[in-house]
C-alpha cells in the first residue's frame, strides 16, 4: 500500500517525524504529562471555531511523549491561532513553537521565548 499525502509537510518535532497536512496546524505544547491532560487539552481545543472535527478526535490529535497537538482545520477555514495559544496557556501549559501548512505547500514557523519568572 502506497499512502501519498499531496500537500503535506514534514517536520521533526522533540525526535518525531510529524507530517502537516494542509490546514493543519501543529503546537509544540510543554507540560503535558499523562492522558488526563491530553483529553482536558483535546476538549479545550476542539470547541475552537472552525476546527474539522471528522479528523483525529474531535479535529484534535494530542501527542503527550513528544509535546505536541495537532489541530485540524476546516478546508478554507482558519482556527484562530491567538484563541488556541490563550487556552493552553490559560491551562497551565506552556507553548514554545506554532507550525502551519496553510497553503500545503510551506511550512510557517512561529517560535516563543518562554518565561521563566
Known amino acids: 500500500v502506497l499512502l501519498v499525502f499531496i500537500n503535506a509537510q514534514i ?16 503546537i509544540e505544547v510543554r507540560g503535558l504529562v499523562c492522558s488526563f491532560c491530553a483529553v482536558g487539552l483535546q476538549g ?13 478526535n474531535n479535529g484534535v490529535l494530542v501527542d503527550i511523549e513528544h509535546h505536541f497537538a495537532v489541530i485540524a ?5 482558519d482556527i484562530n491561532i491567538d484563541e488556541a495559544l490563550t487556552m493552553i496557556t490559560k491551562s497551565g501549559y506552556e507553548v514554545f513553537t506554532v507550525y502551519t501548512n496553510r497553503s ?12 521563566n519568572n
Open 73 to 77: 482545520e476546516i478546508s478554507g477555514k
Open 44 to 56: 479545550g481545543l476542539s470547541s475552537l471555531h472552525n476546527v474539522d472535527k471528522e479528523k483525529y
Open 11 to 26: 517536520i521533526e518535532l522533540n525526535n518525531k517525524k510529524v507530517t502537516i497536512l494542509k490546514d493543519e496546524v501543529v
Open 104 to 115: 500545503g505547500e510551506k511550512v510557517e514557523v512561529r517560535n516563543f521565548e518562554v518565561n
